[in-house]
């Protein structure tokens, strides 16, 4: 059974960046997209950036230009860069596996992110 593990959520004011740690507890490699998804205060839980086993990543359009998503299978590890962080970006963010050959999603406890001054 896989387990996600994040870290490196908190507050931060507007402006500044973050970046967050999904680690897995065995190896991601080959066998996982990885996800980060994020649920606003009273919103459901929308997408925010995917990461395919290969190494491409995508982040969802409104957020393009200021996160990014990146893995490294050998820390079992994805990260989620967030820049220029506002207010709206407010919200427990969520590390997502979606393992491929069983098409069966884990999930990690998820992370709080504030912004605010």
Request: hydrophobic content about 30%.
């Amino acid at each position: 059974q896989l387990q996600l593990v994040e870290s490196g959520g908190g507050v931060v004011e507007p402006g500044g960046s973050l970046r967050l740690s999904c680690r897995g507890t065995r190896s991601l490699y080959g066998a996982y997209i990885m996800n980060w998804y994020r649920q606003l205060p009273g919103k459901q839980r929308e997408l925010v950036a995917t990461i395919s086993v290969a190494g491409s990543p995508n982040v969802t359009a409104p957020l393009q230009g200021r996160f990014s998503i990146s893995r490294d299978d050998l820390k079992n590890t994805v990260y989620l860069h967030m820049n220029t962080l506002n207010p709206d970006d407010t919200a427990v963010y969520y590390c997502n596996a979606h393992q491929i050959a069983n098409d069966y999603d884990y999930w990690g406890q998820g992370i709080q992110v504030t912004v605010s001054s």
